[in-house]
């Protein structure tokens, strides 16, 4: 149990382009869910915290109006990378905390790679 | 949330336990030890974790200290497959409460 998938897995875009990336929870219902990304050779950095029905918050230096996340139901939530420049390519991950659960675990999806051309 | 120190790296022989160190002086009373595993280009594995008591599961041991300010991971018995990034994380058990990720150990598994 407890898995999380994101799609899709890998992107190539051109600059300016909008780019959507799905995180789903599988076999359980998430009210909330995080975005992380990771540059090369580098830790996970939180980007944003995303409450099923309710606005996102948004981690200091993240652009809100840039990395738009929408979180409309329990399995699911979007990012979505809008105009999108050669410095937003790294690899976006999504974790899940599962609703109602006995103890706190987040589960991670297993990220999705963005390039930016 | 406290912080966690962690060696850089560490090696280990395939088939030896690994023995992955972590400080977390500044722990508080409601924050519990979280370990996870990052393999090359995937996301983040659970563990396992705990808050005072040691604890075992398929994966692996905790070994948290009385005062709580430092704990061990034991991969008893280490594969080529371990070979990762083990990230120490403390936190609160509050609902909605993130993983800060720290830079982690790199540990590398060889035959």
């Known amino acids: 149990g407890a898995v999380v998938s994101q799609h899709p897995s890998w992107v190539i875009c051109k600059s300016g382009t909008s780019v959507k990336i799905e995180c789903r929870s599988l076999d359980f219902q998430a009210t909330t869910m995080f975005w992380y990304r990771q540059f090369p050779k580098q830790s996970l950095m939180l980007m944003a915290t995303s409450n099923e029905g309710s606005k996102a918050t948004y981690e200091q230096g993240v652009e809100k109006d840039k990395f738009l996340i929408n979180h409309a139901s329990l399995t699911l939530s979007t990012l979505t990378v809008t105009s999108a420049h050669p410095e937003d390519s790294s690899f976006y991950i999504c974790?899940?905390?599962?609703?109602?659960?006995?103890?706190?675990?987040?589960?991670f999806g297993p990220g999705t790679r963005l390039t930016v051309l | 949330d406290a912080k966690t120190t962690q060696p850089p790296s560490m090696d280990c022989a395939e088939g030896r336990a690994a023995n992955l160190p972590c400080n977390h002086s500044?722990?508080?009373?409601?924050?519990?030890v979280y370990w996870y595993r990052q393999i090359h280009s995937q996301g983040p594995q659970y563990i396992i974790h705990?808050?005072?008591n040691n604890e075992t599961n398929e994966m692996a041991s905790l070994i948290i200290t009385e005062d709580r300010k430092s704990s061990t991971l034991i991969l008893p018995h280490a594969t080529l497959r371990d070979t990762a990034v083990y990230y120490c994380?403390?936190?609160?058990?509050?609902?909605?409460?993130?993983?800060?990720f720290g830079k982690g150990t790199t540990l590398s598994v060889s035959s």
């Open positions: 500044t722990i508080s009373g409601n924050e519990y």
């Open positions: 994380i403390v936190r609160n058990n509050q609902a909605g409460t993130a993983l800060i």
């Open positions: 705990g808050l005072k």
């Open positions: 974790s899940a905390h599962a609703a109602g659960a006995g103890t706190d675990t987040q589960y």
